[in-house]
């Protein structure tokens, strides 16, 4: 198994098949069936346009959501006036 960056792995068998391996993040909301199969589409297109390397796989895993980044609140909205003004 060689790593090629930070969360993408290949594995080359004994009779020549080349397996990716890809983990990652999503954003909480999205379509992972919809996404994890254009990373696959994505992948095996640019693999064999680039290398003329056809993958036998390319295994999505997810290892993780990542929530909605939320809006840091106003200091007004936490504490009353006369606190903000002393």
């Keep these: 198994m060689r790593s090629l960056g930070r969360g993408v792995y290949l594995h ?10 890809i983990y990652l993040y999503l954003e909480y909301g999205v379509g992972v069936p919809t996404v994890a ?7 095996k297109s640019a693999v064999h346009d680039m290398a ?17 980044k939320s809006p840091k609140p106003d200091l007004a909205d936490l504490f009353d006036e006369d606190f903000l003004n002393e």
């Design 52 to 68: 003329d390397v056809t993958l036998s796989a390319v295994n999505i895993h997810v290892a993780g959501i990542v929530p909605e």
């Design 12 to 21: 080359t068998a004994d009779n020549g098949d080349v397996t990716v391996d």
């Design 37 to 43: 199969m254009a990373i696959q589409k994505a992948v």
